[in-house]
């Protein structure tokens, strides 16, 4: 069977610009995992792995001009963006090692025995060991932050398991690059350059999901193919972890008041956040629930405003152009929808940002004007105007889980006066993270981040960015009645590796 090329494309003309690899075959799918398979001891001292991930945040900027030269390349997404981008995946590395470091991520709890209590307490010790390899499907929209040196690699290997990376199509030269340089520090530490895999093709992540070595999953993409792996990842002999970031409408309330006082702020900042980076984050604005009347028509004006005023952008390939350009004329041909700002087709090669408005009323019970309450990726969003409460809570009980969900308040129902409670009561069970006077593009690095929401925004109630991103690559392990001698270090009395523990009961 002939070898599959994997081609560099510039998305600004559509042309291949070099032949970056080889799809892999099944056999080289299984000589990736078993490799890493092999290797997985290679991380087991917490110190050595905190100083690989520092050393590779290191290699990552000594290299910055020619990854973000060709990531620029194969994805038009521009320097600047680029180069924070890559300094984003290299504090998250780094923060990464401090909690490696810290050791909390452990969870180590120390039950001494308690012969009175009903039933009796034996000698129990418990913490979490890493589940083994995992594999990383890349992100279409952030070739660092969210692919091979991403929040998924990092958390997985800060948790002891080696990684296989399944590259993305759209930036396999960055994927490679990228890669050389974690393998590279990775032997400066003197660990196995086999920790991190990597591996090209449809064909190719479809086996990494069902090979019997691989322990766990983590996956940014589309509903379609994000469901597609999670049934394949739990139909498998041993189901595994599958942690996907499928889909996000990230839904706005506007308050009536709010408008009424700053519409035109509102306004400015919403085109701000549903054209960033030409619509491509999983976080855009989608659906803006805003109010009809006065506050409402000047909101719309400065929206118009700022978005005419927003220059063309390139796609991150010209199947996802094609797609945006198609389901933009879908939305905009519906019933009562107008298009103050149309989007659509730049040139051959680019897409204009707009927006759509259409009655709240006809998003209230089900009908051909569903299509508005799906994502539609690019810079395009949905203003729905409501004439009352009812209408917002009305719409938003019809909306599947987000990534995301925010209102804008006036400074008097920030005071406590008004429905702002009541509004956020009603968007938390639709989000992982609820915003209030803030725009939901931006997801900040923290030890309190919540990135992932009920289903199809996420499969699972983790989250892939943050601190507590670990926790999915771990998995609890009590110890009974075992000997002191017998124990792993972490859970001996004496504590000789000065970790945070719980401990109840006397030693």
Known sequence: MAAVPVWSVDPRTGKRREQVAVEATAAEVDREVGAA???RDALADRAVRAAFLRGAADLLEEARGDLVAVADAETALGQARLTGELARSCYQLRSFADIVDEGSFLGIVIDHPDPSAT????????YKVPLGVIAVYAASNFPFAFSVPGGDTASALAAGCPVVVKAHPDHPATSEQVAAVLRRAA??????????????????????VRHPLVSGAGFTGSIRGGRALFDAAAARPVPIPFHG????????????????????EIGSGLAGSMTLGVGQFCVKPGLVLAPSGAGGDRLVKSLTDAVSATESGVLLDHRMRDTFVEGAAERAGL???????????????????????????????????????????GPLTVVARYDSDAEV???????????????????????????????????????????????????????????????PATTSTSTSVGGTAIERWLRPVAYQNTPEPLLPPELRDANPLSLPRRVTGLG
């Open 37 to 39: 398979h092999a290797v």
């Open 393 to 455: 809570a009305s719409v938003l009980s019809r909306l599947p889980g987000n990534l995301t969900a925010t209102v804008h308040l006036s400074a008097a129902e920030e005071a406590g006066e008004g429905r702002g409670a009541e509004l956020l009561a009603e968007l938390t069970p639709l989000a992982g993270r609820v915003l209030v006077n803030a725009w939901p593009t931006g997801v900040a690095v923290a030890s309190a981040q919540h990135h992932g929401g009920p289903y």
């Open 187 to 208: 032997g400066q530490q003197g660990i196995s350059a086999d920790v991190i895999g990597l591996v090209h093709g449809f064909d190719a992540g479809v086996e990494l």
């Open 245 to 264: 970031e499928l889909g996000s409408l990230n839904p706005v309330v506007i308050t009536e008041s709010a408008a009424a006082e700053r519409a035109e």
């Open 335 to 377: 019933p009562d929808v107008d298009a103050p700002v149309t989007p659509g087709a730049g040139d051959a090669h680019t897409v204009s940002a707009g927006f759509l408005t259409v009655p709240a009323a006809r998003l209230t019970s089900s009908g051909e004007h569903d299509l508005l309450l799906e994502e539609c990726f």
């Open 119 to 126: 039933p009796p307490i034996p000698d129990l010790r418990r």
